[in-house]
């Protein structure tokens, strides 16, 4: 029992050692098979994930050398751009559109291609303009460089030096005209159209060719030179126009021995013009001047200079002496010196009644009223009448000065009375106030005191009553002051008398008796001054 028992035992032992064996093994086996799944399973997932790396790797340096080749293309056409602007800049249009197309081919829709391209083609069009307007003008077809460079400017209106060689080829074009314009002026005969012609052209280019023209220029020059030196009178504008006339016609045959004639005689007369602009100029100063000795003296200079430049011109002797004898006659005039200002005024009045404006005749005038007053003063009333005689004449050839003709009017026939011409005196009287009683200011009321002597004169007149129609004149001139209108005006130091009397119309007399001046006619200060005039009345 024991044995059965035991090899029972270890026979269940075995079997149970054969099944857990088995189930070892097969334990085994599944975990064999576990092991080799997972095993498998992680292989192929180690492999799934070494694609999937290797996969993203790849596109990610695809990523990277596409951007790398798009940021090198896109500094490429960056690149090209820059330049095409550079080409641009320098004038090489042609280059920057090849730069452009390539471009263009690259990226048609790039920013800002589509203007840079037509500016180019427009630059290129403009440069082949202006190169066939080189040609034209080379070839001196004027008309055609000229339409081809008007083209470029309006494609490209600062374009190289376009503008310069369009207003060239305009100048070129002008000056043509004007040269056939001075063949048929000189054609006709109008010299004067030549020369306004060729002045024409000089100011457009004055180194323009005109040597086929030369003779033509010099003798139409010469031809209008003469006509003014021709003149008895020429003015002083075409005597510098003359003498401007004169420096052309030398400088077109300088030093020249088959005009040697003529630039002599254009010399001479040249010389002599010159000589009259400076007369003339001296004229006009004396007649402008503000009279003090001092512009007189001034305008005395500039005669002179016509001597030294003529020093055998009539003209300018004659005007000189009249000048002289002028400033002489004034000075002595200021000075109170009557006599030797008569004397020489007289002698300049009779050789030219209208030098200096006028004036000599009234310094005339002023000199013979006021010596005629002192002459009557020392009891010489013949004397005083002939130089009241003297100046009335003077007065009558300014009959629209009202004052000085009742001034002297009123001279005369006191002086006639006093040398018992009563009825003469009677007469001037009358005509005397005859010539005020048009006076603007004979109607105020405050004059019908005056009103009424005036007409009482004239009835004791009627009456026959020659004393006491002069005696009621007298005092009607005491009375008439209140006639006169005076103007307050500011003189200045060095101003004269006789001439503040003439340029407003007044009187010598009148002036220092309205302003209570003492003997110096000359003012030594600056100061106002009041001047009488006497107006007529305004007629409906």
Excluded: C
């Amino acid at each position: 029992v024991d044995f059965r028992h035991d090899v029972q035992v270890r026979s269940e032992r075995e079997h149970h050692s054969a099944r857990q064996s088995a189930s070892d093994r097969q334990v085994a086996r599944r975990q064999a098979v576990v092991r080799t799944v997972f095993g498998a399973v992680a292989v192929v997932l180690m492999v799934g994930v070494g694609l999937w790396l290797a996969g993203a790797y790849r596109q990610e340096e695809t990523r990277r050398m596409l951007a790398v080749q798009a940021t090198q293309t896109a500094d490429a056409l960056t690149a090209k751009e820059e330049m095409a602007a550079v080409f641009m800049k320098v004038g090489r249009a042609q280059e920057a559109l090849d730069l452009y197309l390539e471009i263009q081919q690259t990226d048609p829709l790039r920013a800002g291609l589509g203007e840079a391209m037509a500016a180019a083609r427009q630059a290129v069009a403009a440069e082949q303009s202006y190169q066939q307007g080189l040609r034209a003008m080379q070839a001196g077809d004027n008309a055609r460089a000229l339409e081809l460079l008007q083209e470029v400017a309006r494609l490209e209106p600062n374009y190289k030096d376009t503008a310069g060689l369009i207003e060239e080829v305009s100048k070129t074009q002008q000056v043509a005209a004007l040269v056939q314009a001075i063949d048929e002026a000189y054609d006709r005969g109008d010299f004067g159209a030549v020369i306004q012609n060729h002045e024409a052209i000089q100011a457009l280019d004055p180194y323009a060719d005109l040597s086929e023209r030369e003779e033509k220029l010099f003798s139409s020059y010469q031809d209008v030179i003469l006509k003014i030196a021709a003149k008895p009178d020429p003015t002083t504008e075409e005597i510098e126009a003359a003498a401007r006339y004169y420096r052309t016609a030398l400088a077109l045959f300088p030093q020249s021995i088959a005009y040697a004639r003529e630039q002599k005689e254009l010399q001479e007369v040249a010389i002599e013009l010159l000589a009259s602009q400076y007369y003339l100029q001296g004229i006009n100063l004396l007649e402008n001047s503000d009279y003090t000795i001092e512009g007189l003296q001034q305008s005395m200079l500039v005669l002179q200079r016509a001597r030294e430049k003529a020093p055998d011109s009539v003209l300018a002797d004659a005007a000189i002496e009249k000048a002289e004898k002028f400033i002489e006659a004034y000075d002595a005039l200021v000075r109170s010196n009557w006599d030797k200002a008569i004397s020489v005024f007289e002698d300049l009045y009779k050789r030219d009644p209208e030098f200096a404006g006028g004036r000599v005749r009234s310094f005339l005038y002023d000199a013979h009223v006021a010596r005629g007053d002192l002459l009557m003063l020392n009891a010489d009333f013949a004397g005083a009448l002939a130089d009241f005689q003297a100046a009335e004449q003077h007065a009558w050839a300014q009959q629209e000065n009202i004052l000085r003709l009742f001034q002297i009017e009123i001279r005369v026939a006191g002086a006639l009375r006093k040398l018992g011409r009563l009825d003469q005196a009677v007469e001037f009287y009358q005509f005397s106030f005859k010539q005020i009683s048009a006076a603007a200011n004979l109607s105020k009321p405050e004059n019908s005191d005056l009103r009424e002597t005036i007409a009482q004169a004239e009835l004791a007149v009627s009456q026959g009553n020659a004393v006491g129609a002069l005696d009621l004149y007298e005092q009607a001139v005491e009375k008439s002051d209140p006639l006169y209108d005076l103007k307050e005006i500011n003189a200045r130091r060095g101003d004269t008398l006789p001439n503040i009397a003439f340029e407003r119309g007044s009187t010598l007399v009148s002036l220092i008796s309205a302003n209570d001046l003492g003997g110096s006619l000359v003012l030594s200060r600056t100061r106002p001054l009041f001047v009488p005039t006497l107006a007529a009345s305004v007629q409906p």
